[in-house]
């Protein structure tokens, strides 16, 4: 069966770390923007935003949004909060219950798949991701993972599907530009992580 720890490994490299870009459509209007993919508009309630707005608040004035100083302040932001054990257990453990656990994904055999679905739901959410993932499998897309993807999944060549995941992710991610142009300068970065 996949393994949590391979899948977080390469999510959290896509992740990487605090950002609060105006555009970016999971931030809330409290500042708090998103670390490591929790949105602050979506999961307000995370324990970890007490850690994140103390920092935030240590290093204190914020530069202006898109400056150099803003960069060169975000940077230094995240050095602190990468090196805080207590955030990046909370995120690991956060990542693991609603994303992984949410998913199913112990139950997937192949790897590779495991990876692009635990990903799409970190990224995307896992009702899309679950719905992706049926719709690939030619399954009723009613975006919970239950007995009948699991088994259509699990009788799939891993690696097949899990590129035609992929492109099914792709996809999607070009209907949301199409739909909001103002997303479109996320669309490599979405792609890539594919």
């Known amino acids: 069966m996949a393994s949590f720890e391979i899948a977080d490994r ?3 490299a896509n992740e ?6 105006p555009n970016d459509r999971g931030n809330a209007a409290s500042g708090l923007g998103t670390y490591r993919g929790v949105a602050s508009r979506i999961h307000p309630g995370w324990k970890g935003w007490s850690i994140i707005s103390d920092v935030i608040l240590d290093l204190s004035p ?6 150099a100083l803003y960069r060169a302040w975000v940077k230094k932001l995240n050095s602190v909060l990468h090196a805080n054990e207590a955030l990046q257990e909370l995120v690991r453990s956060f990542y693991k219950t609603n994303f992984w656990d949410a998913l199913r994904l112990d139950e997937i055999k192949s790897q590779a798949v495991a990876n ?3 990903d799409a739901g970190v990224n995307q959410g896992t009702g899309t991701a679950a719905v992706l993932l049926q719709r690939v499998l030619g399954a009723a897309a009613d975006g919970q993972i239950g007995p009948i993807t699991l ?3 699990n009788k799939q060549n891993g690696d097949q599907l899990a590129e035609k995941f992929k492109q099914a992710r792709i996809a999607k991610y070009q209907r949301i530009v199409e739909k909001n142009p103002t997303q479109a ?5 979405w792609v890539a992580r594919c």
Do not use: E, S
């Open 10 to 12: 390469i999510t959290r």
């Open 16 to 21: 990487g770390g605090w950002q609060n870009d």
């Open 62 to 67: 914020q530069p202006r949004f898109g400056t």
């Open 116 to 118: 692009k679905v635990y």
């Open 151 to 153: 088994a259509l999944a």
């Open 185 to 189: 300068k996320y669309l490599d970065i």
